[in-house]
């Protein structure tokens, strides 16, 4: 009888507990009440679409002096609230973007989507939550590499200097394929950002964009669905999303988010599963030491797989149309092809690549698409390239055969650390024509490497595509990754010691951080 009590007294406590699913209608604001079991309540502005409070578990956790908005706030939109059943969907219009905020009843959750058929005139998408950092300052999972607070500008307004450490909320960039969920949190609470999927975001399974920000007013909490952050590819219009903020006590929630509820709430441009198909298949002949990587793309959407450790792999569920697919050996781009997908199908799609070069003399790095083992590469995602605790950039020499991979560097920059000098001992064999092929990941102000081998001074190359926007400065390794090939005559290596210089050549000049520079992928002499 106590037990059959005791299940009866939670069932009611229960109920209790949930009944407060709704909405609340004010002259100004809609007030949702997710019903959940650690309360959670959040007002939107009939006016704006600015979210102005979230109460979580009895605390406030909105700044008080600025919404949580699109972009920097959408200022003015038709705003609108409905109930159906177990779920609350409040839909912000404008001329180009419609925003939504959906509750499920019960879950301490705000899922939102996000439809343009325009990019906002200030050129970035995305959301930010501006939350409270008394109780909310930590950042995960980088930690305190993008809290500013307190800091002096030293780059633009967004670098920073503190205690003599630099930080940025550049800093907190992940790749979104690894970007499943970032968090801010505290003692009593938690906020993360749950990403189920890129689709209509652009540049890539390796991009990466500004995930937290804790600047002292307020702890930002952020995705970006657009930037013009060393962005390579043109914007996706369409449904960016869904995509979840969740409310927690303590623990990291699963980022296993089920949405496939949004097929029934009259979301624009929301493709369900079986409006969709799937690529499979294997992939084969790229170097075994690194993970391989599967990215299908075209102007409307973008996705991407890891494969298993035999090759195999499936794409997630994705949009019927046409697609480039490219196949890379860490980041390296080692193969393309073209698939279409249909909805309700699963297509099979083989595709098989490698890195092909000669008979190498030496090889400095590794064809990878990133600059990891060079000097700095593993501090350069979380500081600037002046912070103290850099080794130190050079000029550097590396001498083939007794150097540290860590004494050639990541980057090279006019003006501070060029050239980069390279000392080898060839053979009588080697005396030949041979090709010296050098590998970048990322270019800033028509960086690019001029090159010497012995008294030989190569032709210069052209110069690379601009992407307009800070790189290496801002934590950023990847861009369009330029591979130049110097060309090298007979006779001018010589059996012996042989000496290659490569400096950065470019229309501008300085002595600073932000003179033209280019990051090095590899750098491999072969015949």
């Known amino acids: 009888m106590l037990s059959r009590a005791l299940l009866y007294s939670s069932f009611l406590w229960a109920r209790v507990a949930y009944a407060a699913f709704g909405i609340t209608t004010t002259e100004n604001s809609y007030i949702i009440d997710a019903g959940s079991l650690n309360p959670l309540t959040f007002t939107v502005s009939r006016s704006s679409c600015d979210i102005t409070s979230i109460r979580f578990y009895g605390s406030e956790l909105q700044y008080p002096s600025m919404g949580s908005h699109i972009g920097s706030g959408l200022g003015s939109a038709t705003v609108s609230a409905t109930q159906n059943g177990d779920y609350i969907t409040v839909t912000c219009d404008t001329d180009t973007l419609t925003h939504y905020f959906v509750v499920r009843n019960g879950d301490a959750t705000i899922h939102m989507a996000t439809h343009i058929t325009q990019e906002p005139a200030i050129g970035e998408l995305r959301f930010i939550a501006r939350l409270n950092p008394n109780l909310l300052p930590n950042e995960e999972p980088f930690g305190h590499a993008s809290t500013t607070a307190g800091g002096s500008a030293i780059e633009g307004s967004d670098v920073f200097l503190i205690n003599g450490e630099t930080r940025s909320k550049f800093y907190s960039s992940q790749r979104f394929i690894d970007d499943q969920i970032h968090c801010i949190s505290g003692n009593d609470h938690r906020v993360c950002m749950i990403l189920n999927q890129y689709e209509s975001s652009s540049g890539g399974p ?25 962005q390579t590819e043109d914007r996706r219009m369409g449904l960016h999303g869904p995509y979840s903020m969740t409310f927690s006590r303590s623990g990291t929630p699963s980022t296993r988010l089920d949405t496939s509820f949004f097929a029934n709430l009259n979301i624009k441009g929301y493709v369900p599963a079986n409006g969709r198909g799937t690529v499979s298949g294997t992939a084969s002949g790229a170097d075994s030491r690194f993970r391989w990587v599967v990215h299908w793309h075209n102007d409307e959407a973008q ?36 698939v279409t997908v249909t909805a309700g199908s699963a297509t099979r799609q083989d595709i098989s690549g490698s890195v092909t070069t000669g008979n190498t003399i030496f090889k400095i790095g590794e064809w990878d698409g990133t600059p990891t083992g060079f000097r700095n590469a593993d501090n350069q995602l979380r500081m600037h390239p002046s912070d103290s605790r850099m080794a130190p950039w050079g000029p550097l020499t590396y001498t083939v055969g007794s150097s540290a991979l860590t004494d050639f560097p990541m980057a090279i920059f006019k003006g501070i650390n060029d050239p980069v000098t ?106």
């Open 422 to 527: 390279i000392k080898f001992t060839a053979t009588s064999s080697q005396t030949g024509a041979a090709t010296l092929r050098i590998g970048t990941t990322l270019s800033f102000a028509g960086g690019r490497p001029q090159t010497t081998v012995n008294n030989y001074n190569a032709r210069p190359p052209s110069a690379p595509t601009s992407l307009n926007s800070r790189g290496i400065t801002r934590g950023a390794y990847r861009g369009f990754g330029e591979v130049y090939d110097v060309s090298i005559p007979a006779g001018t290596i010589v059996e012996g010691e042989n000496t290659i210089t490569i400096s950065v050549i470019s229309g501008s000049s300085g002595a600073n951080f932000l003179t033209p520079n280019f990051i090095f992928d590899c750098v491999e002499l072969f015949q």
């Open 206 to 230: 390796f991009f990466r964009d500004i995930n937290t920000n804790n600047g002292g007013g307020f702890n930002a909490l952020y995705w970006y669905m657009n930037s013009g952050h060393v």
């Open 303 to 338: 996705y991407w797989a890891y494969t298993a450790p035999n090759g195999g792999f499936t794409s997630p569920a994705m949009k019927p149309g046409t697609y480039t697919m490219v196949y890379y050996q860490g980041e390296y781009n080692v193969a393309e092809t073209s």
